[in-house]
């Protein structure tokens, strides 16, 4: 913007703008450059938009502060103290360092065995520390826990919020377990819990629900939330190689960990289910009263069948709030191929709510990874330091209700056996079904495929988990059955 001081008053505005236009837009290269001038001896300012060529909003001139007249408004900068210096530490504290707007201030980094982390693009005035109590009984009045796990992370962020500083967290299985009591203590003592980059990373799935949905009552949350899975699972569908060889790949990309069982079986995405539902539908739930069904058993074959019935497979993890039962469930499950949820690729995240008023939101992103979930981190930050500038909070008793939970959904499923082929097999495998009530939608065979090892599918109409849950025991235990049956829901 630029000030042209003293324009001739007889002159009209566009002959004064009309010589200068190519001069200001060879300078800004842009076609929304903007004037602000005024006429001489006059105090009205005139705003000029050169891409319009027209005259916009008369605008008061920026007045000269008095030289005594003190600052309207108080401006203190938070200090900040960071713990745990790792993949996300580190991308957060770039942010913090990199960032020189004024709105915070790193005054301590905190991590074990802390000389090796040492960064010489850290600020000398911040006090590296592997002492927790040096961390506690600072001046920093936020605190971002990053060290991850839960007995430490837990001492720490009590420790500060007793201590009376605010909590900014990533920690995602500290939240499930510990969230209702810890956001209770931290409202009891006028602090703040923030734990936004705690589900899906960079994608800002919770804050959405606290403040942008919250105006709506929200009655099921749908996700794909662990971009291991759905890494593996698209490397499947796209290449129809076997399950072992794209858990490798996913291994050899760092997009899985030695030791996968806590991705691969849904510990970690039920964790992020119960934050989504203790924010978005205000219930407590633990992670263990969450069924979790592995995605292991999933092969090349499955994605072939489920083209056949227009779907594709996803881990699926989603709660359905219906008066005081909460269905929740994580597990592999068909969705249609061109549903949002069928179109998620490699790592992404992917988030469906559903509100009584609004409908539903969706919500797609990173949801991993040291930058973007640094971002959801620096986020929490500044509205925690936003809050904290506007003083003191009142306690608001955190109003959560404690629902009966179960995976007592109702839908189509989709049956994979593996037999040793023989006449008959079809008629066992009716039989027990119609003893169960349960009626056959489709059968599908694919041809190919060694009698001795022969996979086919049976779809289900819709019926409830438990009704079909002793069918399968039975179905599986029968002579000519190799394995057990694969069961999934066809979700629509
Ligand atoms: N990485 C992601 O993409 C991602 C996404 C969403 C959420 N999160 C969450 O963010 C948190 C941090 O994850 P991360 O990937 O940054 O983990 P990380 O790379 O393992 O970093 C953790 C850091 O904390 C330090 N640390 C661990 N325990 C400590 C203790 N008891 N005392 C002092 N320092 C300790 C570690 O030191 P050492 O170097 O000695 O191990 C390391 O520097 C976790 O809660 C995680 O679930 C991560």
Redesign the pocket.
């Known amino acids: 913007m630029l000030i042209l001081p003293d324009t001739p008053p007889d002159l009209t505005i566009p002959a004064v703008l009309r010589p200068l236009r190519n001069v200001f837009l060879s300078v800004f290269s842009s076609a929304n450059a903007r004037f602000l001038f005024r006429a001489s001896g006059s105090h009205t300012y005139y705003e000029h938009d050169l891409s319009l060529s027209r005259i916009t909003l008369p605008k008061t001139p920026p007045r000269k502060p008095a030289a005594s007249s003190p600052s309207p408004r108080k401006t203190t900068v938070p200090r900040v103290a960071l ?7 580190s991308a957060v504290a770039k942010i913090l360092c990199e960032r020189t707007d004024g709105l915070w201030r790193l005054t301590h980094i ?4 802390v000389e090796r ?1 040492k960064q010489p693009w850290v600020p000398g005035s911040v006090i590296w520390t ?1 002492d927790l109590h040096a961390v506690l009984h600072s001046d920093a009045e936020i605190v971002i826990e ?4 839960v007995t ?2 837990e001492e720490l962020v009590r420790g500060a919020l007793n201590a009376g500083k605010s909590v900014v ?6 939240i499930a377990r510990h969230g209702p009591d810890l956001l209770q203590l931290a409202s009891g003592n006028g602090c703040q819990l923030e734990y936004g ?2 589900v899906a ?1 960079g994608v800002p799935v919770l804050p959405a629900l606290r403040t942008g949905l919250c105006g709506d009552r929200l009655h099921g949350i749908a996700g794909i939330l662990n971009g291991t899975c759905n890494y593996i699972l698209s490397r499947i569908e796209t290449d129809r190689i076997p399950f072992s060889e794209a858990l490798e790949e996913a291994q050899a990309r760092g997009y899985a960990e030695a030791d996968a069982s806590e991705d691969l079986d849904g510990g970690d995405a039920r964790a992020k289910l119960s934050i989504l539902a203790l924010a978005g539908l205000r219930v407590r739930v633990s992670p263990a009263e969450i069924r979790a069904r592995t995605i292991r058993g999933i092969d090349a074959i499955d994605f072939d069948y489920a083209a056949e019935l227009g779907c594709t497979i996803r881990q699926i993890s989603r709660a359905d709030l219906k008066g005081s039962t909460l269905f929740a469930e994580v597990g592999p499950s068909l969705v249609p191929a061109s549903s949002p949820f069928g179109r998620v690729q490699k790592n992404l995240n992917m988030v469906l709510t559903s509100g009584e008023y609004g409908g539903d939101v969706a919500f797609l992103g990173a949801g ?3 930058d973007p ?1 640094a971002v959801a981190v620096v986020s929490d930050l500044m509205c925690v330091a936003e809050n904290l500038s506007a003083g003191p909070r009142a306690h608001r008793p955190l109003l959560l209700v404690s629902p009966k939970v179960t995976c007592d959904f109702e839908t189509p499923w989709y049956l994979r056996f593996v037999v040793n082929d023989q006449p008959g097999i079809i008629a066992g495998l009716a039989a027990i079904l119609s003893a169960h009530g349960l009626n056959i939608d489709a059968v599908l065979q694919k041809p190919g495929f060694e009698k001795a090892s022969l996979p086919f599918v049976i779809t289900l109409e819709a019926c409830r988990d438990a009704q079909l849950h002793p069918a399968l025991q039975e179905m599986s235990a029968l002579p000519f059955a190799l394995r057990p049956c694969l069961c999934l829901p066809i979700l629509s």
Do not use: D, H, P, Y
Not at 110 to 113: P, Q, V
Not at 169 to 174: I, S
């Open positions: 713990a745990g210096f790792g993949t996300v530490g905190f991590n074990r065995s982390k592997e990053l060290i991850g796990g430490a992370a967290t990533a920690n995602k299985q500290l980059a705690s990373g991993a990874g040291g979930t």
